[in-house]
Structures are given as structure tokens and as C-alpha cells.
């Protein structure tokens, strides 16, 4: 007999979500605590707080009118990770003092928001928020605390790969000053005429120069840090998070939001458009910011590239730097995955060659199969080309720290940065 109802739609049950662990991210800003209410579960200046989407910030009390009473961007960049990389996406949040500079915030705080977070943070923002008094002071036409926190920023994210929780920083480029001529070059920073690397940091100018204009002040030379972070949390660690993408594709990069009204208009920290800065651009794109462009033909804006505050090099060995955010996130994930397999294998007893003391060629063999597993998940991920551990045949196993050497070789995907043809006119084919 059949259901008088015709159609008949049941529950089904709920899975399990996967979980983007690639994708943790992190954001760090000064920021007024928020006393507990009805309703609202607060915050605590100084303690690390767990969101998996906006609701759970705004659970705390961090919503657009707490952005407006405080002058303050703590929502709009959490509400911005959140529409780049999608519910579910875990993002760690501290609120430092409201006195602290990016600096401040990096010394005190940084090792406690990473060991806060069980070492999941892939990706570190730092953001700030300007008092009522603050005069900018700027250094090759950056405001100075931005300079400052760069040198901070790469000291951080060495002590969090060699303490087993690498990550990269992005740091707010408020208030970039002047000519672009005169633009402190990211890729050649020199201390005492020697180039130094800050191969895990990057700094981010961009704005959405709508939501800019309606702010006062010091307000309005802000950078999307969280829409950055976002687009970075949303992709694979090998990818650039300027691709194009196919217009229209749903996972496409494009920062712009027709029904939300954001990113309609592209703008760089100083509040000046994109559209009148043309001319100055590629001198900005060629010294290592990142911000959002245009491209003719196609709508929306996307962010240039993934650059980071190093140069390109490229040794007689021909080993290559970290010279991306996607070479220092795919290096970043190896790592972890590399210690992940070997690990278990710390403190394990095994045979040695009776005549040299040494490993033997099976046992060398074995530990290399253990540790190309990590490239071998990666590439199947298609996250890098290839790679191989090499094992030491003369790692001494029986005295002194018994260390088994291994040395690891990654070839990164490489990404396209131009196209470039010539169109010739001819009678015939």
C-alpha cells in the first residue's frame, strides 16, 4: 500500500566533516577585552580563544558593533576568513592589550598562542589596531611598527619549525607612505648592506577601499588581513593564492562579493584605489607586497601573488629558498609529515652490520621507506612534483647521541607567473 504523503524525505544521518588541518590559521591583534553578559561568553586579553565559524566569535561578543564602538577590525577580519575559507575552517584568536604594537604582540604572545593552539597553526596574521593618539612614524614607507614586527615575525616562525609547529606570518601593511619608488624593498631588506630573508613572512597592503572609506582617521589605512588569511587557509599549500581561477568557477579566488557588497573596490593601505595607482603597481608587485589587482577581461579582483619578504636564490647545488608563501607551507607540511612516520621509529632497537658497527643496507633501506612515505602522500595530494630521503649508512647507532641521519629533497609544483605570445598577421596559415 502506498504513503498518502507521495513523497517522502527522511533525515539522514550527519558525518564526519574533514577536517582542514592544512588550513588553521591564526589571528593575533590588540584589542579591548569584552566582559561577560547575557548571551555573550567574553574575552580575556592575552587567552586563546578556538573558532570554527563566525558564530563562535560572535558567541564571545565580537560582532560589527563591537568593530564600531572600539574602532576597531577584529570582525571584519574574522567575518573575512571566514567568507574566503568557509565554515569549519579552525581559526585560533588572541586579543593582546590595546597598548601593544605588532611587536609587542609577536615577543609576548607568540609562543603562547602557538603552544595555546597544540602547535595546529599553519598560518599566523598579525593585525593593529591604532589608539585615538597614534601618529604614524614611517620607515621607507612603512609605518614603523610594521618594520619593526618583520625581523619578530621570521624569529617566530624559526622557533616554530624547530620546535615541531611550523608556521607563516602575515602581517597587517597598514599605512603604506609616499612614492612607490621609495617603498622599502621586500626582497632585498639589508642590514648593514648584507640582504637579509624573512623567508615565512609576508606583508599584505591590500584593502577593500569601500569598506575603508567609511572609517575615520587612522582607521582608514587598515589592510584585509583576514581576507588574505582566508584565501591562503582555503587552498592547498602548494598553490598560489593569486591564481585566477575560471570566472564563475565557485572555487575560484576572486576576493569580490556582489551580494555582500565587499571587495567591490580594490584600495591599498594608504586609501588610495588601485585604479589610480596603476602606473606605480608593478615597482610595488616587483619590491614583495601583496594586494589586490584587476585583470581586463574577466570581473573581480584577485591578490598578485604569494610573495614573501626574501629574494630569490638559487645555489650552485641548485637548492632553492623559500622565496613563496607556498614553498614555505609545502616545506612546512613535509616537515611535519617527515617527523609524523619517523617518530615512532625514536628509541626502537635495531640490528647492526656484525663487521661495522654500522646500519645495514636492509635496515638503510627500511628507514628510507618509512620516510618517502611523507612524499609519497604529498604527491598523491599533488602538492609537490617529488622528492626522497636519503639515510646515512654510517649513522653510528651504538654510540654518542646514536643519531640516524637522513637527508630529504623536495621538488616544489611550479606555477605559472605570465603568459606571454606575439600575434603575427599573415596571408596563409
Partial sequence: ???????????????????????????????????????????????????????????????????????????RHISEFYRMAGEGTKLYFMAALVTKDMADMITDHGHALVAGADGEIRYLAVGYSPQSDYTPIYVDGLEDIVREAIPLAQTLHDWSFE?????????????INGLAASYLDLRGIEISDVVI?????????????????????NSKTYADIGTMLGTRARIQVNYNIGEVGEEGDVNNLDLSDTKRLV?????????????????????????????????????GYRWNDDHVCAPIIIDADDNMNVHTIALGAAQNKLARLIRQYLLPKVKSTVPVDTSTGKLTTGMVKYFEGIANQAFYEMLANGEISGGEAIVDPDSDLLTGDKQLTV???????????????????????
Avoid at 165 to 175: D, H, K, S
Wanted: glycine fraction near 10%; aromatic fraction near 8%; proline fraction near 2%.
Fill in 1 to 75: 500500500m502506498s504513503n498518502i504523503r507521495g513523497v517522502i524525505v527522511e533525515k539522514g544521518s550527519v558525518g564526519a566533516s574533514v577536517e582542514n588541518l592544512d588550513g588553521v590559521s591564526a589571528l593575533l591583534i590588540n584589542a579591548p577585552a569584552i566582559e561577560v553578559a547575557t548571551g555573550i561568553t567574553g574575552i580575556v586579553n592575552g587567552e586563546v580563544y578556538l573558532f570554527e565559524k563566525l558564530k563562535d566569535a560572535e558567541d564571545h561578543g565580537i560582532n560589527a558593533a563591537y568593530d564600531v564602538d572600539n574602532d576597531v577590525r577584529v570582525y
Fill in 163 to 175: 620546535t615541531d609547529r611550523p608556521l607563516n606570518v602575515v602581517i597587517e601593511g597598514r599605512g
Fill in 197 to 217: 630573508p624573512y623567508n615565512n613572512v609576508s606583508i599584505c597592503i591590500g584593502q577593500d577601499w569601500n569598506f575603508a572609506e567609511a572609517l575615520e582617521g
Fill in 263 to 299: 571587495w567591490l573596490t580594490a584600495g591599498l593601505s594608504d586609501h588610495t584605489k588601485i585604479i589610480a595607482r596603476e602606473d606605480d603597481l608593478q615597482t610595488i608587485n616587483d619590491k614583495g607586497y601583496i594586494f589586490a589587482i584587476s585583470y581586463t577581461g574577466i570581473s
Fill in 407 to 429: 637527508s630529504f629533497t623536495m621538488v616544489s609544483t611550479g606555477t605559472i607567473g605570465q603568459i606571454r605570445g606575439t600575434i603575427n598577421i599573415k596571408k596563409t596559415l
